[in-house]
Structures are given as structure tokens and as C-alpha cells.
């Protein structure tokens, strides 16, 4: 299940072909329970970002977790080599795009191999397979922004809460207050982070959502 | 003669002639504009009066076709009887970028048929965006005995095959300069077509094509070329192949290597480091698929007097960067990719003061995971360090407007300054405004700007800035930009010398498209994809204008009334009869 972040001006109806229109995620709170709505195309549903007046047009494809083996050790330097497996590319077949960036169509060959190639001891080999990993992307509701953390760094709620705060501006008590950790898994289902295991937690999650209480 | 010049100086009518004390022969007249290169130039002169006018057409070589549909071959040919050369354009620009159908048009058999006939004796053809097919590659090598030179950049619907006719039939080839092309790559033996007995080469640029090529045959025929100056390989070409070419063409003076990536001996190595620095004319280095820092040192002493470095294709880190700039002192222009980053920038401005123009691109444009490449630092760093800039075209995830004001105080000669932040739409990442106050900076500052392409998040000031400033403007790119028909509006009445508009993705509509009536017939073309434009706007604007020939693409699946893709063009040829069935001529 792909989440799809589009806005339009709210004041000018004009709706561009060639990339898929708004997308309201449902968040059903009252049981604890999460579901999102599907349906992307043409038609406009509501937008609750009124302070963004940007267009992104664009459709993000989540990070997806290394799925082959999820009961491996989470290794961020033991990346295989094939690196289509947990890359988000924007594809032109329908979804995201089309032509851009303008960049020629030769120059999308991927250079991975490039980087994987060199070996004998260059740092930048893991540290490209590492940011691809276990980096999340975090939204707020009400933010139309969608952040990235490096879930790696955080071993504990606590810690992951704290980071969260921090890069969102939002007081401890506010969070206590307001805010739940809302996260979707592999299947698409959106779930509360409250009385999972951290491992639990880590292994099955896509992104992460902060949703109001 | 002086019949004539009496006649001549009776005749009042025409106050060109009795403007004239002594009247110059046609043949002095024409011998003296022969001289003229530039189709601009000669364009001016062709409309002094009917005598520079015919002057000028008889003594013509060369001819610049900056839009295939804008004339005919006929009329070409009727106009100009004594060509040689030909450069013709075709698919709109934003082809490049998958936006245009697939067999939208621009075949070059209908002009090669005409050529066969009017100019046999024609020696060079230049394409850019066209489709040619491997019967018309044929076709030219046997209709033109003295053919020499043939360019193809950005074209489609050939393959080596059609290379092989060329090889094999033109005696008297000096350049052959294959680029980017959407080429069908069957295989390397169309090297092997040229015949032992031919020598006169001095252009081969194969580095488009990916499969092996009959390195023996390549071998020997840059061994009996001595004239060749310009060698681009292709990715299949190893550095021990590349080091043997070497020994037998030191007089190259622009060379594209193969993959530089390869486990050498120390012979090997030091072998090949002394093959490239024989090349004392050496002024343009390419090629370096996959190069690393283990190698790159083979290039330092080459680098010396190198003016031109195109990278492009090089992964290169930081420090690599930085170290193989040192030994480039003279470089003029460099291509780069952005896996270089900020440092690999500052290393730039700090080593090349000569430098007039960078280009940065994508490593990895589509994947937005990516939180590497270029920032504004680096081009404000590149800004400090080279005064000389004035072409550059930066592919960037962030940007901000104090940082762009910075860059053209300190290089305020730019006549291209293409700027791309990625992601549609971002506004400054630090004020969070939009990008308006860039592109104002860029256009009050650089009164030479010739060329604009604009990113970012964008309202309608931007263009009005442009209008108000850009009095150079000749090309303008706009993606995902403006709020209201007035900022196009905006710059359809502002700037005077505008040639190129390509608009996608922008709230532009009808009142926009038809407040520039008069200004199209200017314009070499417009180009508006994803924008408000309908079906009856366009109408419009093709029954106001006759000498315009308006196309719509539809998209599969839009609405009736929309005009997904519009490209409006000025044409002496009338609408062109060879549009496929996605393409609408209204």
C-alpha cells in the first residue's frame, strides 16, 4: 500500500496530468485501529495542510525494509549487491514523474555498481548501504513535510520519542498531551506504536506518523 | 558594366541603388559576403535590398535549421542553391526528457531526398533531435560523393548498421560524431566497414554506443589516420586497449577514454601514464567510465593544458576531485558529477580561476532517499573562486535566495544559468519563502543572460522579474512554477528577445497563451505541457495566427476539452502532413 503526498493550491483548481492528485489518509483512532484511504487520481479530496500553498506533486514511495530475511540481523553494512531491493526509485511507468528531473534518459542508469565495485576499504561503500537501511520517514499531521530519521541510532521508545520532539519542536508535554506514535508495517495497516516491542516495532514498520489525539 | 552602372545610377526608384555611388559586380559582391559565417549576420544582409538579397543566397554554404517544420526542404533549396552544410533541429527540446510521443516526426528522409537532388554536392549534415533511420543513413552515404562530416546528437531510429553504410561508403569521411542517440547497439562491426585504403578521419566520437567494438579494426584505422584529432571511445574500450591507441595518435588533441577501471601491472600503469602525457595538445578529456583515485593520477601530467573536463561519467569523491584539479590550472569548462559534493566544489574554486562554465548533475536524480550531492555551498564556493563563470547548469536538493544573490554579485557575467532543485516546488530551506528573489538577483544582475531555466517554488513575481529585467533572454525553461496567467503574461510582454518558451506543469491558461498572438511569430517555438490550457484556446490562437502551426498531444485518458501538450511553432511550410494520429494540427 503506497501513501501518496499531493497537494494542490487551495485556491487554484488546476489539477496537472502526469502525476497522481491528493491523497487523505484516514487515521481511525477510536479503536486503536488504523486504516488508510485509498484512491489516487484525478479528483481532489480534502487537503488538511491549509498553511502549505506548494505543490508537490509528486508520488514518494515509502522506504521498504530489507524483506528477504527478516529474521537476519539487521546488518546496515551487509547489504547485498543488487540494490534494487530496498531503493524508493521514482518510476516513469505511471507513477511519480514524467521526465524529471530533466535529465537525459541515459543518465538514469543507476551507478550503484559503481560504488559497490571499489571495495578494499572505502568508507563511502557502507555508508551509501547504510543511509539506504534504516533511514524512516516521519510524518506530523498537520506538517505536510515528511522528515527522515535514522532509526539504527534509537534502541528504545524513549529515545526514538525524544528525537521525535526535538526535530518537530514539540515540548514533552505537549507530547504527552496531544500526541500518539502511529506507524504503518509491511502489510499496509496502520497501528499504534504503544504496546509493541521495540524489536516488534522495528523489524515491521514503514514509516512512522505522528497523529494527534 | 559601366552600362550597367549608368542604369543603375539613373534609376531613383529604389533608393537602395541610388544610394550607391559605385555599384559592386554581383560576383565582388558575393565573393566579399562569402566570408560571412554567421547566420545571423547573413540573415540581416539578406534584407538590405534585392541585390545583397541574392548575393547573399548564391554565395551561402552553410545553412541553420533551428526548427525542421518551420520551412521545407523545397523552399531551402529554392532559396539557396549553393550548400554545402546543413544543421537541422527537430523534436522539441523536452523530448529529451520522454515528454513527446515516440514517432512524433522530424524524419530526415523527406530533406535528404531534396538534398540528393539540389545539393549533390553536399559535405556536411549536423542533427539534433531528429529520427533517422538506418535507409536514410544509407541512403546519404551513396547520394553524396563528397560527403565529410555527420553529427548526430539526440536522434533516433538507427543502428550500427546504418553506421556501417557510412563507414563503408564515404570515401572522403573526416567526421563522424555519434552522441546520446536513442541508438539500436547490434555491434561493433561496422568499425571494421571502413576500407583499409581510407585515411582521412579526424573526428570519431563512438562513446554512445555500449557494445564491443572490433578493437583490431579500431586499432588500425586510428593507426592510418594521422589527421585525427578528436577520439571518443566507447565504456568497451580497457585502458590497456586505450594506452595502445595511444602511442600511435599522440597528436589528439580531444580524447573520450574507455572504462578507467582496470587491474594493472606497474608497466601497465606507468605505461599508460606516459601514452596520455605524450598528448601535448591534449585541450578535452572525457570518457572515464567508473574511474577511481587509483588511476586517475595516469591523467595529471596529461592535464596540463586541459581546458575542457568532462567527469560526467566518473563518480568521483571529494578528494579525488580536489587532488586531479591541482594539475588542472587551465580548465575552462568542467562537468562534474554531484557525488563530488560541497567539498569536491570549494576544491574547484579553489583550483580553477579560469573557469567560465560547471555543470553538476544527478547521480542519482530519481531517488529521493538520497541525502548527499551538491548544496547552495557549493556553488556559492565555486562563485568565489571562479569570477569567469558564465555557463552553468546545477542539479541541487536545496537552495536558498541569499545564497543565489551571492553567487551572481560575484559572477555577474552569466548568460546561462540553469538551476535545478529537484524536488518540485521547495522554497528556500531556510526562510521557507519561495525562490523569487533568486531569480530576480539572477536577472537584474546578468543583463547578458541569453538563456534561464527556473526551479523551485515559484509565485508570479518571479516573472514578472523576468519581463521587467531579462532584456537578453533568448531561452526560458519553467517547471512546476507561478500562480496566475500573469506571470506568463508577464514575460510574454517583457522580454524583447525571446526565442524558446518551455512551460510544464504551471497554472498557466488560455489568457495567458493568447496574450503572446504577436510574439509567437518572433519566437522559434512554445512549448506548454500540463497547464490550463483547453482545446478552444488553442483553436483560437490557431485561427488568429495563420503563420503559427499549432500541435496538441493528447494524453490517453484526458479530458476532451484539455490540451495536455501544446507546442506552437512559426512555420513558412504551413502544417506539416506528416503528423502521427496523437498529434493534433489545429
Known sequence: ?213 | MESSELKRSKDSVNSCESARRSSFPDEVLERVLSLLKSHRDRSSVSLVCKDWYNAERWSRTHVFIGNCYSVSPEIVARRFPRIRSVTLKGKPRFSDFNLVPENWGADIHAWLVVFAAEYPFLEELRLKRMAISDESLEFLAVSFPNFKALSLLSCDGFSTNGLAAIATHCKNLTELDIQENGIDDIGGSWLSCFPESFTTLEVLNFANLTSDINFDALEKLVGRCKSMRVLKLNRSVSLEQLQRLLVNAPQLAELGTGLFSQELTIREYEELESALSNCKNMHTLSGLWDATGIYLPALYLACTHLTFLNLSYAALQSVELAKLLAHCPQLKRLWVLDTVEDKGLEAVGLNCPLLEELRVFPADPFDDEIVHGVTEAGFVAVSFGCPRLHYVLYFCRQMTNAAVATIVQNCPDFTHFRLCIMNPGQPDYLTNEPMDEAFGAVVRTCTKLQRLSVSGLLTDLTFEYIGRYAKNLETLSVAFAGRSDWGMQCVLGGCPKLRKLEIRDCPFGNAALLSGLEKYESMRSLWMSACNVTMNGCRLLAREMPWLNVEVMKEDGSDDSQADKVYVYRSIAGPRRDAPPSVLTL
Open chain 1, 1 to 213: 500500500m503506497e501513501l501518496h503526498l499531493g497537494l494542490a493550491l487551495p485556491t487554484n483548481p488546476f489539477s496537472p496530468i502526469g502525476y497522481e492528485g491528493p491523497f487523505y489518509t484516514n487515521v481511525n483512532t477510536s479503536n486503536g485501529s488504523c486504516s488508510s484511504g485509498g484512491g489516487a487520481g484525478g479528483s481532489k479530496k480534502r487537503r488538511g495542510f491549509d498553511e502549505e500553498t506548494r505543490v508537490v506533486p509528486k508520488t514518494l514511495r515509502l522506504l521498504l525494509w530489507k524483506t528477504d530475511q527478516p529474521d537476519d540481523e539487521d546488518d546496515p553494512n551487509d547489504l547485498d549487491n543488487s540494490s534494487s531491493s530496498s531503493s524508493a526509485i521514482l518510476k516513469n511507468d505511471g507513477e511519480g514523474l514524467v521526465g524529471w528531473p530533466p535529465v537525459k534518459a541515459w543518465r538514469k542508469k543507476p551507478r550503484r555498481h559503481v560504488h559497490n565495485g571499489r571495495g578494499r576499504g572505502r568508507a563511502n561503500n557502507n555508508r551509501m548501504a547504510a543511509s539506504k537501511s534504516t533511514y524512516v520517514k516521519v510524518k506530523m499531521e498537520g506538517n505536510a513535510i515528511a522528515r527522515k530519521i535514522d532509526l539504527s541510532v534509537h534502541g528504545s521508545f524513549e529515545s526514538l520519542s525524544s528525537t521525535l520532539m526535538r526535530m518537530f519542536n514539540i515540548t514533552e508535554e505537549h507530547w504527552q498531551k496531544s500526541f500518539k506514535l502511529a506507524y504503518q508495517d509491511r502489510e499496509g495497516d496502520w497501528l499504534l506504536a504503544e504496546n509493541v516491542p521495540w524489536r516488534t516495532f522495528t523489524r515491521s514498520l514503514k514509516c512512522i506518523k505522528l497523529i494527534r489525539r
